[in-house]
């Protein structure tokens, strides 16, 4: 890497970091890398203590809808590396911290152990499991007033390929939802831009009363990511 440079004439720097590209490191790993150094939500969370910048999208979009009350139930699904969890500790009081509000339940699964989270229960789970959602209920000791879930799965570099495989991680993190969902409740997962969760969205309006389609700050602006934020579950209604 080469340090940042003064700006000739201004007496200023120049605060973008240049990366050069390294022997054996492809062009795009170096444009990553590059675009990491100088994300200014990167070094927000690197300074307050977050474990990604993803962790300022919930922030966002908890800050428009409201659903991460004290004394809420929250199962975050696909949980690594853990930014999501500190969000939703701090916000429920899961970790006590609020004296005189109401203490929350945090509990987050994911496919591989990840480092703990204070006020968090953490788990390896696959949620698609068959009795994974009255596990989760064990847990949480009732129904969960929040399913959250910023899954992705695997790039291939093929955007319609990529867009249907993460509109089926929403549209399984859905059904989940719909089984340990509390009246009331809410529901918050990452889709992309493509058409094909039209399906999705439908059946979402069915079962809650409201349905917006966010694309927080945080989220990049070259990215087609958005989040749906499905409030007011109307129950176990059948489709």
């Known amino acids: ?39 200014p939500y990167v070094q927000r969370a690197r300074a ?26 929250v199962v975050d699904l696909g949980c690594a590396p853990g930014g999501w969890l ?3 500790v701090a916000r429920t009081n899961a970790d006590g911290a609020r004296a005189g509000k109401r203490q929350g339940r945090v ?16 788990h390896v789970l696959d949620f ?8 989760l209920r064990g847990w949480l000791g009732g129904p969960a007033d929040v399913v959250m879930s910023d899954m992705a799965a695997a790039a291939t570099g093929h955007k319609q390929t990529d867009h249907l495989r ?11 939802a719909f089984e340990v969902l509390a009246e ?10 493509g058409g094909a969760e039209a399906g999705l969205q439908a059946r979402l309006k069915r079962r809650f009363t409201k349905v917006a389609n966010v694309k ?18 109307r129950g176990s209604e059948q489709d």
């Open 1 to 39: 890497m080469t340090p940042p440079k003064e700006t000739s004439g201004r007496g200023r720097r120049d605060l973008t970091v240049k990366v050069k590209t390294a022997r054996g490191r492809k062009a795009s790993s170096t444009r990553w890398l590059q675009r990491q150094l100088n994300d």
């Open 48 to 73: 307050e203590g977050y474990r990604g910048r993803a962790a300022f999208k919930l922030i966002e979009l908890d800050d428009k809808h409201r659903f991460l009350t004290p004394g809420a139930r």
């Open 86 to 88: 500190q969000v939703a």
């Open 107 to 122: 509990v987050g699964v994911d496919l591989k152990e990840i480092d703990p989270v204070p006020g968090a229960e953490i």
């Open 128 to 135: 698609l499991e068959d009795g994974a959602d009255e596990t």
């Open 166 to 176: 993460i509109v089926t991680l929403c549209e399984a993190a859905a059904e989940f």
């Open 184 to 193: 009331g409740g809410t529901f918050v997962a990452k889709v992309l831009e």
């Open 216 to 233: 927080p700050p945080a989220s990049r602006a070259d990215s087609s990511e958005k989040y749906v934020v499905a409030t007011g579950f």
